[in-house]
């Protein structure tokens, strides 16, 4: 159970609404109950990003809606093909969030390449080579539930998180970034 | 104006042009030299062919096909322009100087090809990244990054 709900069930057995918590666990659950998104939306998976912002799905019930600037957001959600020319933007966007951020990969180009992997030359074979990616999302395009189910995923790593600086879950990104050249041709 | 009315119009107006006219899979097709290809496009641009449509070219192992195709709005006509280029001598005659929409085109064609365009105004890479190395589209086009697809795939 997330912990949003056993927050809430206890609110409902304390007589004067008031629960003892610990630190981490209420900056986890203001954490996960406003990741607001960075729509890095490339190709198709976008599609169903769009769709997943709109009433029908109304992701803004959730904490979770896209924000036009970097700088406001949480989670990258990387909906699309990522080619070679894009890698450095998206890199670049992803430094301009302030910490601390996730990475969503929705769709199979973001995991893999996708249908791109074979005998392509210009599509990044998956995000990880230069994103620490939180959550994936398989689909061609997964559908807005799915994103929704990445949603809560990414919501319980969340709550394994500290906000203590000594305990924080670190992301080793040993992969090469643009700048140590892997956005060049050979 | 079908293809008929198309090739006589063509042979009254330019007589030197009409052995090179041909029809190919039901479109009117005019092959030419690469170094006669400006002074063709020239006489068919003052024939009436007003719209470039597109630009493209073909890697065919031992050469470059060049494809053009050009419309008539006012004769309801299209007629294809074509050449072959030399791989050794990727080089020809840009056409942005009577049709300035080949300009980005001819630029994805030399992203791509690496054939270069005489008279281009700002002949550079238009999709790929400016530092890329090798034109993709080449057959002969080696990257180690590329993962073959396998037979059984």
């Given at each position: 159970?997330?912990i949003?709900d ?5 609110l ?13 666990a209420?900056?986890?659950?203001a ?43 949480d ?11 894009m ?9 301009q ?20 992997y074979?005998?392509?030359?210009s ?13 994936f ?18 919501r ?18 040993t ?12 | ?6 090739r ?31 002074s063709?496009?020239n ?24 494809h053009?195709?050009?419309l ?10 074509k ?10 005659a840009?056409?942005?100087p ?37 034109y ?18």
């Open positions: 159970m997330a949003v056993r927050i809430g069930a206890a409902d057995r304390s007589p004067g609404g008031v629960i003892l918590t610990g630190v981490d209420l900056a986890d659950w954490r996960g109950k406003s990741l607001w998104s960075m729509p890095m939306g490339t190709a198709c998976c976008a599609m169903e990003l769009i769709a997943a912002s709109f009433n029908k799905f109304d992701f803004d019930r959730h904490g979770t809606f896209p924000r036009p600037d970097p700088r406001h957001t989670v990258m959600i990387v909906a699309g093909t990522i080619t070679y020319k890698m450095p933007a998206v890199k670049r966007l992803y430094e969030m302030p910490d601390p951020k996730w990475v969503i990969g929705m769709g199979n180009c973001t995991v893999s390449g996708g249908i791109f074979y005998d392509t030359y599509v990044v074979r998956g995000i990880e080579e230069f994103l620490p990616v939180d959550v999302i398989a689909g061609c395009p997964p559908r807005p539930e799915s994103l929704q189910d990445g949603i809560l995923r990414l319980e790593l969340i709550e394994q998180e500290s906000i203590a600086p000594g305990k924080r879950r670190e992301r080793p990104l992969l090469p970034s643009p700048e140590d050249g892997c956005g060049e041709g050979e | 104006m079908n293809l008929d009315d198309l006589d119009h063509l042979c009254s107006v330019y007589p030197d042009l009409c052995p090179l006219f041909s029809v190919e899979f039901g479109d009117g097709v005019l092959t030419v030299g690469p170094d006669a290809l400006f063709a496009a006489d068919l641009k003052n024939l009436g062919f007003d719209r470039l449509l597109m630009l493209t070219a073909v890697d065919r192992g031992e050469h470059f096909e060049y053009c195709r050009l008539s709005r006012a004769m309801s006509a299209a007629i294809t322009l050449t072959e280029i030399p791989r050794d001598r990727p080089s020809v840009s056409l942005v009577l049709w300035p929409a080949a300009d980005w085109q001819e630029r994805e064609v030399f992203d791509l090809f690496g054939i270069r365009f005489a008279g281009h105004p700002d002949l550079r890479r238009i999709l790929l990244p400016d530092e890329w190395e090798g993709p589209l080449r057959k002969d086009y080696a990257d180690p990054r590329v993962i073959r697809r396998p037979d059984y795939i």
